[in-house]
């Protein structure tokens, strides 16, 4: 089921070019914006850290995960949905990485589209019957090189790009701000202190199929 439209095409047509139309008219479902991140390079950030707008992410053809995350939300919104990003955050950030998928809805079930190298870490079909069912799909290959699984929390609600307009989508600057606004949102722990201590490591066949990533 898709939300009713709140982001207007008559409005994406003001604001994005032809060529950039051309493309959100042609990833009309979440399996195809998915496909499209796949297709397109990780951004590896090689000249700094970055965070591209969606039309940046056209024009350079690359993104790293929440840069993914932003266009799927995008091309999401140009479709019908509401644009929302889930951020999964890590229990250190000296050791692992937190994630940002874009979440959508179908059938009254949840989603996720997701730009990573990881192996495991991306698309989920909308088969979750709430957002802490998707984002502990996550949880078991959530974790670091010594088997640690990392995910502690995740947004208590997807945060709803359409508090923030339209600028997001063509800026020329990177989004930081965007990003602290993410990060600063509420969130909800995934583990009591009892379960934390009790988490087992992933074994060692594990760990070995955990380094398969692309590129």
Known sequence: MKYNVI???????????K???ALLKKLNSPEKIQD??????????????TLYSPRIVMQHKKAHCMEGA???TLALAYHGHKPLLLDLKVDSIEHDF?????????????GAIS??????????NPVYKNIRELVMSYFHE???KDGKKTLRSYSTKPFNLLT???????????????????????????????????LRNASKIEIEAGEIVEN
Do not use: C
Request: proline share 3%; net charge negative.
């Open 7 to 17: 982001m207007k095409k008559a409005k994406f047509d003001t604001i994005l070019t």
């Open 19 to 21: 060529q950039e139309l």
């Open 36 to 49: 499209w991140l796949e297709y397109i390079p990780f951004n590896t950030e090689e000249d700094g850290e």
């Open 70 to 72: 932003l266009f799927a």
């Open 98 to 110: 937190d994630h940002v998928v874009a979440v959508f809805k179908k059938d009254n079930h949840w």
């Open 115 to 124: 730009k990573t190298r990881h192996a495991v870490l991306r698309y989920r």
């Open 142 to 144: 959530y974790f670091i």
């Open 164 to 198: 923030l307009g339209y600028d997001w989508i063509t800026s020329a600057d990177d989004l930081f701000e965007l990003a602290e606004k993410l990060d600063k949102a509420p969130h909800t722990k995934i583990l009591t202190p009892q379960m934390e201590r009790g």
